[in-house]
């Protein structure tokens, strides 16, 4: 009895702790080596555990999907503190969601257990193809959260990320997951010859590829960086986000950000300002406040500001470009809404029970599904708004070339916690992917210029008010990846598969030559 009261526990406890550490790969803490014991432990762990069927599997990966995710989206919690009706679901966003999203490890290991896993090459692969497919599926399944995939362990290590601008954020997750499994083979019955052999053909490929990536870091420093007849100011108000509630006047906000903006009048600027810094009003009445910007900003002046919308009884959250007399030069309505934060889920239902999205009002904002590269005189970017930037693939929907991408955000749901280094690390994997300078502007949280390598060119941190200057820029041709985008995913997926069949047929007459002999 205790025996099977040990067993039972382990069967959560040891996942559990796997997953835990797991997460400390991630930003902020960058442990990725950490990955190269944990994963293969979980790989050991699962084969260890087949006898007791595939029920025990799926909570093996259940389980470490819970502590994985219990230890990084912790930070959930603080959005609900700032209204009474919330404070109730705290328990559910630091319990329930990572039950619910652990759930999709669960079904790495189920779908593994209907092979029969070994100690092998064919095991690592198949379990690799697996766990990218469903973290790939995470991506899009219920709206999709894409949010800390094991590939970005490597996110400060830019000679190893080139790689993205080729095959993405999901293949470049396959190769990882591979890769941290690779000291699995020193366990495996293979000779001393085959067990070397294989671990120098990964550690070439692992050089091969910081090679290539060194390469196109030098490449890009030695191209020459264009002067912009114009300036870029990247917006830090740190504006509190409280405001969102407490129904402040709009025109002491806007004084405020024109003042923290600092306007030379004599100079052509693009003043971008982030999300949810004007959460009192609307777009519609921004006119109201039109004399507060004729005064303070010249004819040579465009503003990238973000706020909500409505049209047609729908209300969007918008980034538009202004000029001083706010005539609107250009708009775009967020495409991928946040469940619970922008949009209620099932609405018609949980609205009987008094729950409402997290930000202001009852009414959940509306999605749109066009995103068109915005032109103003003789620039142009590509417009993502927050929550957008976690998403890998044809962000560039069009596959039009364009000189930037802006970023702007809100990471003050997010309080004093790892959150806002997890959203920044997915605007560094965009900026590779696309090979465009990604601007981003966020009001509580890090505010940066990156290149096109994912270099940090400057940055304001959560804690720091004040703007960045930008007056020159590198433009870059648009990527492979940014032209194909994740149909790169599924070619890498069917050459495991064709890899997988071979060495399961080579395994399969080693182990029959073995037996014969």
């Given amino acids: 009895m205790t025996s099977l009261i040990k067993n039972k526990i382990s069967i959560y406890a040891i996942p559990f702790v796997i997953g835990l550490l797991t997460s400390y790969s991630l930003p902020p803490y960058g442990f990725f080596f950490i990955n190269f014991i944990t994963l293969p432990v979980l790989f050991f762990y699962l084969l260890n555990n087949y006898e007791n069927g595939k029920w025990t599997s799926f909570k093996i990966g259940w389980m470490f999907g819970f502590g994985y995710f219990i230890s990084n989206l912790y930070w959930i919690s603080n959005s609900l503190t700032f209204e009474e009706i919330f404070k109730p679901l705290i328990p559910f966003s630091l319990i329930i969601i990572p039950l619910f999203l652990g759930l999709f490890y669960g079904l790495i290991t189920f779908f ?70 690779i000291p ?37 420093e030695k191209l020459n960086i264009t002067n912009l007849n114009f300036v870029i100011k990247i917006m830090s108000p740190k504006v509190d986000i409280k405001r969102f509630f407490a129904n402040e006047a709009p025109e002491e906000t806007i004084l405020e950000l024109i003042k923290l903006s600092e306007p030379n009048y004599s100079e052509n600027t693009l003043f971008i300002f982030p999300e949810g810094v004007l959460s009192s009003i609307y777009l519609q009445d921004l006119k109201n406040f039109s004399y507060i910007f004729k005064e303070n900003f010249s004819e040579l002046h465009k503003i990238v500001l973000g706020i909500s919308s409505y049209e ?14 706010v005539n609107i030069l250009a708009k775009y309505d967020k495409n991928k809404l946040v469940p619970f934060g922008e949009y209620l889920p099932f609405e018609n239902f949980l609205g009987n029970f008094g729950l409402k999205k997290i930000t202001q009002g009852y009414q959940s904002f509306s999605s749109s599904n066009q995103r068109e590269i915005i032109k103003i005189d003789n620039i142009s970017f590509l417009p993502l708004i927050c929550y957008e930037v976690i998403y890998s693939g044809k962000i560039n929907k069009n596959n039009e070339d364009f000189d930037f991408i802006i970023n702007i955000s809100e990471d003050g749901w997010f309080g004093d916690s790892v959150g806002p280094y997890q959203h920044f690390s997915h605007s560094i994997f965009r900026s590779i992917e696309e090979g465009k300078n990604l601007i981003r502007s966020a009001n509580n949280g890090i505010s940066a210029h990156i290149d096109a390598t994912g270099k940090v060119i400057s940055k304001l ?57």
């Fill in 112 to 181: 593994c257990s209907f092979f029969n896993l070994k100690k092998n090459l064919s095991s690592i692969l198949i379990f690799s193809f697996f766990f990218s497919l469903i973290e790939f599926l995470r991506s899009f399944i219920f709206g999709g959260f894409p949010w800390n995939l094991i590939a970005y362990s490597f996110v400060d290590y830019l000679q190893l990320i080139q790689i993205l601008s080729l095959i993405g954020t999901y293949s470049f997750n396959l190769l990882c997951i591979t890769l941290f499994l």
């Fill in 312 to 325: 047609n009884s729908k209300i969007f959250n918008s980034l538009i470009v202004l000029d001083k007399n």
């Fill in 461 to 517: 941190k959560s804690t720091d008010r004040g703007f960045i200057e930008i007056r020159n820029i590198l433009k870059t041709k648009n990527t492979f990846f940014n032209s194909h985008g994740n149909k790169i995913f599924f070619y890498f997926l069917i050459f495991y598969i064709s890899l997988i069949f071979f060495l399961k047929k080579k395994e399969n007459n080693e182990e029959k030559f073995f037996i014969y002999k």
């Fill in 184 to 220: 699995c083979i020193i366990f495996f019955n293979y000779t001393k010859k085959k067990k070397i052999i294989f671990l120098f053909f990964f550690i070439l490929l692992i050089c091969l590829n910081y090679f290539y990536g060194n390469s196109v870091i030098k490449k890009y």
